[in-house]
C-alpha cells in the first residue's frame, strides 16, 4: 500500500521502517528535520507526504501535535484526497480524536485511532498490539499494515473508543507499577533481599506482564526510555481529564500523578517512567 507515516520518534521510526520491510511503499515525514527511514522517501511537510497515499499513518506526541500535522499549514487536510484513510497512533484525548474524525470526514476521508501498546521494543520488533476505533471495514482495509507493524489490533468500538481504552489501559499500568514501586522501596528499607522478594512476586498472585517487563531494568537501575515518563505523564493528565468529562474521579490515580510531577521536577521525563522509583526512594 501508498502509505504517508508522519512522525519518527521513538516509536513511529521503528513502526515505519517495519512497513518498509513488508513492501509498502512509504512516505515519511518528521517535525524536526534529519530523521529518516531506509527504503522510504521523505517529504518536506505532511501535505506533500499525503499526496499520493491510500493511508495516513500518524505517530506524534499530543492533541496539540496532531491537530497542527492534520489542520495546521500544509498539513494533511491541505493535501489529503477524498478516499484515504487516516490512521492515528497517538495517544490524545477521546473527545478530540472525535472533533479530527468529523473534520476529516467533510473532506471524504475516514479517520481510525489506534493507539499501541508495547514500548520501544514492540515497536522495533514489530509486536505491538493496536488499540482500534473505527468501522470495521476500514480497519479490515488496513490490516495489512497492522500485521506489518504489530501482532493483533484489537477493534474497541467506533472511533474514540480507541483512545479512551489505551487511557484506560495506561491507567492500570501507572498503578501497577507504583504498588510494585512502592512495595520494593518499603522492602529495601525493612532489610528484605530484593532478588528473594522478585521471586516472591514472580511465583504469587501480585505477578503481573508489567512487572515481569519492567523487572530486569529495575535490577540494572536501567531507567533508559522504553517508554518516556513525560508520555505516560502526559497520558496521566488526560486520562484525568477524560474522568473529569466523563464526571467521575479516580484517586488513585491522582495521587500516582503527584509523583510523576515531583519527577518531572527533578528533571526526569526523558527517562523511562520506571524511574519514579527513583524519586519514591530518595525520599
Not at 499520493?52 to 484526497?81: H, M, R, Y
Not at 514492540?122 to 488496513?142: D, H, S, Y
Not at 511465583?203 to 530486569?216: I, L
Amino acid at each position: 500500500m501508498r502509505v504517508a507515516f508522519l512522525g519518527l520518534g521513538i516509536m513511529g521510526r521503528p513502526m515505519a521502517a517495519n512497513l518498509v520491510k513488508k513492501g509498502h511503499a512509504v512516505t515519511v515525514w518528521n517535525r524536526s528535520t534529519g530523521k529518516t527511514v531506509d527504503g522510504a522517501r521523505t517529504a518536506g511537510s505532511p501535505k506533500e507526504a499525503v499526496a499520493n497515499a491510500e493511508v495516513v499513518w500518524i505517530c506524534v506526541s499530543d492533541t496539540a501535535a496532531v491537530e497542527q500535522v492534520l489542520f495546521g499549514e500544509d498539513g494533511v487536510a491541505d493535501g489529503i484526497k477524498p478516499g484515504t484513510i487516516v490512521v492515528d497512533s497517538s495517544t490524545i484525548a477521546p473527545a478530540a480524536t472525535v472533533r479530527f474524525a468529523e473534520r476529516l470526514k467533510k473532506q471524504g476521508a475516514e479517520f481510525v485511532d489506534a493507539p499501541v501498546t508495547g514500548s520501544k521494543i514492540g515497536a522495533e520488533n514489530g509486536t505491538l498490539i493496536f488499540i482500534a476505533g473505527g468501522r470495521e471495514e476500514t480497519l479490515e482495509k488496513v490490516r495489512p499494515l497492522f500485521e506489518a507493524m504489530g501482532k493483533q489490533f484489537v477493534r474497541m468500538g467506533d472511533v474514540g473508543k480507541g483512545e479512551a481504552a489505551k487511557l484506560a489501559m495506561n491507567l492500570q499500568i501507572a498503578l501497577i507499577y507504583e504498588g510494585f514501586a512502592e512495595a520494593l522501596v518499603l522492602a529495601r528499607k525493612l532489610g528484605v533481599d530484593q532478588k528473594a522478594l522478585f521471586t516472591l512476586i514472580q511465583s504469587s498472585m501480585v505477578r503481573s506482564g508489567v512487572v515481569d517487563y519492567k523487572m530486569p531494568f529495575v535490577e540494572k537501575e536501567d531507567f533508559s526510555a522504553n517508554f518516556p515518563l513525560r508520555l505516560m505523564h502526559k497520558d496521566i493528565r488526560l486520562t484525568l481529564e477524560a474522568a473529569r468529562e466523563a464526571g467521575i474521579e479516580l484517586p488513585g490515580l491522582a495521587t500516582v500523578k503527584q509523583v510523576y510531577d515531583r519527577a518531572d521536577k527533578a528533571g526526569l521525563s526523558d527517562m523511562d517512567y520506571a524511574v519514579t522509583l527513583s524519586v519514591l526512594a530518595s525520599d
